[in-house]
Each structure stands twice: as C-alpha cells, then as structure tokens.
C-alpha cells in the first residue's frame, strides 16, 4: 500500500528565508506526487506535480521539488517565502496507471515570521 | 468555470440529526471523492465514485452514506449524527482518466464544510 510521511508538523520561517518541506513516500513502483497548498479556510489547491521526466518540478508561486527516486522523496523548496505562503502543505502519492486514489500526508503548517 | 461547489459552508448538527453535504462539480470529471478534514490529522478518505451509479468505501465510511446519480453531483448523507463527526469536510474531483499522465489524478477541491455536531 501506499504512504506518505511528512515528518515535519510545524515549520517556522522568517519572511525572505528559503523553504523546505519535506515528503516522504511508500510504494512499490513510479508514483504520482503532489504538493497541495491550503491557505486558512480554504480547500486545498495543487501546487505542483511530478508523473516522470525531468525529476525538478517548477510549481506555481514560486514552489519547485525534486523527486529522489533514490531516497524515495520529494521535498518541497522556495528560495524566498513571502508572508502570504504561511498555510498548510500536503504532500500527496498517486499511483501509475491504476488506481486513481491518493494518499495524503498530514500536512505541514508553515508559520513566516516578517 | 466554478470548479467545485459545497454547501452549506457551515451547520451545527444536534446528536441523532440527519443533513445531506451537497457538492457539485462542472469539469465533466469522472472521480468524485469526500474527505474529512480533522486538526493535525491531514485528510481521512470517505467514500469515493469513479462515475456516474458506482460508488466505494475509503478509510473511514462508518456514518456516512452517498449516491451518484449524475457525473456532476456526489451528496454525502450523515445519518444519525454523533461529535466525532465534527470536522470540516471537503469535496474533491479529477478526470480519472486511463492511460497518460495528463491531469490524471490532479484532485480540484470545494471549499470545504466546517460541521459541528453538539
């Protein structure tokens, strides 16, 4: 079965600081991956996904992640975190041409601090 | 394009009530799911459909009923409502679609519905 462990709960950063979140996942073959991001109050909205090809994704906001086949990992990065990126992140495994179905982490709240 | 829509936003439930979660989504997508939503716990599966008249059970079912009578309508029934069912609650959706990449399992997600049962 698939999972997906982000060790992190909290995170706290100063505004302008670089940013990593990190995921960790559990399955047999490719997987999908996602980064979600959930501002206060709001549903969840995909920041970037990897299905294969180049293992550096480029998201929106300025968000990019790597696929580590090797440590079974894609951890999320921002150079520079703004006040507004303070939200909860998801990390998120999809499996390859099957189920339809992804596994969620348990989040990561991130606090910036100006 | 309104993606996905829930109502209501919120509801307080008494012990023993019933109420329906409405969702809706306009992408023509083919899976639908439901997921709740508890502090530091991340997203706990519900029910999910894959389309229209078939439905499944995900990781936490118990108390909960849906139906999926057309591609654009998943309602999720709480019957019987208890406090451990207070939680927020999300809809979602995505093509589901066989064989590429593309947006195949990139999930859009309602706003969600903050429920409180007392």
């Known amino acids: 079965a698939q999972s997906v462990t982000q060790p992190d709960i909290h995170i706290t950063v100063s505004e302008g600081a670089s940013l990593e979140l990190r995921c960790n996942y559990s399955?047999?073959?490719?997987?999908?991956l996602f980064w979600y991001v959930q501002s206060p109050g709001q549903g969840l909205q995909l920041l970037l996904k990897y299905f294969s090809g180049d293992t550096l994704v480029q998201g929106i906001k300025g968000f990019e992640a790597e696929f580590k086949r090797s440590q079974s990992s894609f951890n999320l990065r921002k150079p520079s975190v703004h006040w507004s990126d303070a939200a909860e992140y998801f990390c998120a495994v999809g499996a390859v041409g099957g189920s339809y179905i992804p596994t969620f982490g348990r989040g990561t709240s991130l606090i910036v601090h100006p | 394009n309104a993606g996905v829509t829930q109502t209501p936003k919120f509801r307080i439930l008494k012990i023993g009530q019933s109420m329906t979660l409405q969702c809706t989504q306009d992408m023509n997508h083919n899976y639908m799911y439901w997921y709740r939503q508890d502090p530091g716990m991340g997203l706990k599966l519900i029910y999910y459909?894959?389309?229209?008249?078939?439905?499944d059970k995900g990781e936490v079912p118990n108390g909960y009923n849906v139906s999926r009578s057309t591609t654009e309508d998943f309602p999720l029934r709480l019957e019987l409502a208890a406090p451990s069912q207070t939680s927020v609650y999300f809809c979602a959706s995505s093509s589901g679609l066989a064989g590429g990449p593309g947006d195949a399992d990139t999930q859009y997600f309602g706003p969600g519905t903050r429920l409180t049962v007392l």
């Open positions: 399955y047999g073959a490719t997987p999908y």
């Open positions: 459909s894959v389309g229209a008249g078939i439905t």
